[in-house]
C-alpha cells in the first residue's frame, strides 16, 4: 500500500511539473488568433527605445518590431517595465516578446528562446572628463556603475570590479556624473546618446566585449520566432534595418 501511494505521488508530481513547467511561449497560430504581440520593454535604452515627450515608447528596436507585427499581420502592444524584469516576464509567460537591447550569451540561451541575431554591439567605458581612467586596466579598485540585470553588471562582476548597480542607465550616468562612481559601463550606441553634448563626460575608445542583439521569447513560441526570423533576414538583406539605424544616426554592424 505504501508502495503504491509512493507511486501516486511520483505520478502527480510529474504531472504538475509537466503542467507547470512546461513552455510558456505562445505559437504563431495563438499570436495571430490574438491579433497582437505583447511585447516587454525598458524605455530607457536610447536610441533602441525610449519616450517621447508624449511618453511613447520609441527607438530603434520599436520600429524593427513595428515592421514585424505588420508582416505578422498583427499588432504590437508595448509594455514599459524594469530591464531587470524584461527577460523573466518573457519566460513565464507573462509578456509574448522581450526587447531592451538585449544581448544573446549562452547563460540567456538556457532559459530564453532568441531570434536570429539582428545587430552586433558593443560595452564600452565612460568616464567623467578629468578622469585618470584611460583603459580597462585602470578599473581595479573602482567602483563601476551598471544596469541592473545587464551583461554589463555580469561582465563587471565576473571581472571582480566594485559595483553600484541601477535600475536605469540615466541614474547610472547621474552617478558617475556626481562623483558616486569612478566609471559607467554601458552599450556604445546608448552612451553616445546619453553623452551626446555633454562635455562633462567620455567614452573611452577601448571596448569591454562585442556582444549581439536579438528578440526574447519562451520555448513554446518556435514557430513564431521561426516566422520572424525569416522576416529579420529579410530586413537585414535589402537594408531596412540599416537604414532604421542611419536614421538614428547610429552605426549598424551586420552580425556576422
Known sequence: MKKITALLLSVLMLAV???GCGAKGKTL???????????????????????????????????????VCEKLGVKPVFEQ??????????????????????SVTDKRKENTL?????????QVIVVKSDSAIAAKADLSGKTIAVQTGTTAAEFCSGQGYTLSQYEANQDAKLALTQGKVDAWVVDDLTAAELCKGDNGVKILDEKMTTEPYAFAFAFGSEDLVEEINKILDELIADGTIKSIFDKYDAPYTKPE
Request: aromatic share 10%.
Open 17 to 19: 511539473c509537466f503542467v
Open 29 to 67: 497560430s495563438e499570436v495571430k488568433e490574438a491579433g497582437k504581440l505583447t511585447i516587454a520593454t525598458s524605455p530607457d535604452f536610447p536610441p533602441f527605445e525610449n519616450l517621447d515627450a508624449d511618453k511613447n515608447v520609441v527607438g530603434i528596436e520599436v520600429e524593427i518590431m513595428n515592421i
Open 81 to 102: 517595465i524594469n530591464f531587470d524584469a524584461v527577460l523573466t516576464g518573457v519566460q513565464s509567460g507573462k509578456y509574448d516578446c522581450g526587447m531592451s537591447g538585449i
Open 114 to 122: 532568441f531570434t536570429k541575431e539582428y545587430c552586433l554591439a558593443a
